[in-house]
């Protein structure tokens, strides 16, 4: 098989020729139709993610989407013939998705849902599975929660808008001016983190109480925004960039609480696997129902111009989630 690998950080990757992989106990090897493209893929590259435990060389690619070729002893999930799709590797020295072929544990993926194409299959499960995370198992989202969302038009951000909204919540979610219509569109009211103040938007929206939940996708400065916007008396923030050093007194001055998302952790630690593959199948239940929608940049790339789709999610010229198509 044909294989896109890491040889060292901060390097081109490059074309290789390696056997193609078999499956153990509890896998599938999946024929590799297209790998999502994050923000975490390119820091690692460049050797600036050591939480990731990258072990070169590597072949990156967190998302993956195809078909199933084979299975190994014990899958009763997935037959030869199936479309999977789930956040499988490229981290920690397991083979990420920027292959024809990958082995990957079946617990981690889902079936793909109808209607939806290997391209928007790819792009969707890191940035569902850490908004689901934050909104659902860290934060308890409810209906008539008053959510407020940093970065509502990135990655995670879009997903937690439209997690948030689909369970009922009332969504607010900071941008720039340009990402104005795509949040509204998504079904929140947009705060421009240029020009109004945590003081401003918190009196505004909230008349001073603050939020129930704020979730951070930004991390650094809009974490500690996010302590100051939390509400009085059982606010809730949750980030899933909080890697800095961060003061809690506003927190703690506002009786609010805090939790962490750390999406790669039962890739890491080996455990959990299925819960990743349950959160998917969730994502199904939305997509299917038609509350749930992923915006894709119009970009193609392929395994031989991957590096154009990592350039431009260096450079921020992304419109929507960027996908390398490994094969047709």
Not at 86 to 109: H, K, T
Not at 251 to 277: C, Q
Request: proline residues 5%.
């Amino acid at each position: 098989m044909q294989a896109l690998v890491l040889t060292s950080f901060a390097a081109p990757m490059s074309i290789a020729h390696l056997p193609v992989p078999q499956p153990g106990p509890g896998q599938v090897l999946v024929r590799i139709a297209a790998s999502g493209v994050n923000p975490l893929d390119t820091k690692i590259a460049a050797g600036a993610a050591p939480h990731a435990r990258p072990s070169l060389p590597a072949i990156l690619g967190i998302d993956v989407a195809g078909t199933v070729e084979a299975v190994g002893d014990g899958v009763t999930t997935f037959h030869v013939g199936a479309t999977v799709y789930g956040m499988a590797g490229g981290i920690g020295g397991i083979q990420g998705s920027l292959a024809e072929y990958g082995v990957f544990d079946a617990a981690l993926l889902a079936p793909v849902p109808l209607g939806l194409s290997m391209r928007e299959a790819a792009a969707l499960p890191l940035v569902f599975i850490t908004a689901w995370e934050g909104l659902v198992d860290r934060a308890h989202v409810k209906v008539g929660d008053s959510v407020l969302v940093h970065g509502g038009a990135g990655g995670v951000g879009h997903m937690a808008v439209q997690l948030a909204v689909a369970l009922g919540a009332t969504v607010f979610a900071t941008g720039s001016a340009a990402s104005r219509d795509a949040i509204e569109a998504l079904g929140a009211r947009f705060i421009d983190y240029r020009t109004s103040t945590v003081d401003d938007y918190v009196a505004e929206h909230t008349g001073g109480a603050g939020f129930d939940i704020v979730y951070d996708t930004v991390g650094g400065a809009t974490l500690d925004a996010s302590f100051q916007a939390a509400r009085l008396y059982g606010g809730h923030v949750v980030s899933c960039l909080g890697w800095g050093t961060f003061a809690l007194s506003p927190l703690t001055a506002r009786a609010a609480t805090y939790s962490g998302v750390f999406t790669l952790l039962p890739l890491l630690s080996g455990e959990h696997h299925a819960r990743h593959g349950a959160i998917l199948r969730e994502a199904n239940k939305l997509i299917e129902a038609g509350k749930l929608q992923v915006r894709l940049d119009p970009r193609r790339f392929t395994l031989h111009t991957a590096h154009d789709a990592h350039a431009a999610q260096i450079d921020g010229s992304a419109r929507g989630k960027l996908v390398v198509e490994v094969r047709d």
